[in-house]
């Protein structure tokens, strides 16, 4: 380490490089204050998205499809559940006459009103 030398011009030095240290300290506690403050902003910011399409259809990673939502003229809205061999499990219908549709596993058959007494 060196001996203090308490001259005026070692002292000017100094006191310029405390203040350019000093500055570049401010100068990051702003960059961070500001990010702060913008990530609390961007939290707080609500967006209110609509989805819409004529029907939605879910499959697995093999690309069977599992569920299908859609909106059918005569009986309205309409979800449909298939087994893995797609065949019809289950099925909700909307509208004047809501109707629940269940299909046991072992039975092969492919319309949804086969077994309800609607055919």
Known sequence: MQPHDPTVQALAERVAKLEAQNRSFRKAFMAALVAASAVAVMGQARTSRVLEANEFVLKDT?????????ADTTIGPTLTFY??????????????????????????????????GLT
């Open 62 to 70: 093999s690309g069977t499809v599992r569920a299908h939502l859609y």
């Open 83 to 116: 087994s893995e061999k797609n065949h019809i499990s289950a099925s909700l219908h909307g509208g004047e006459e809501p109707l629940l549709y269940l299909n046991k596993a072992e039975n092969k058959g492919s319309s949804m009103f086969e077994n309800s």
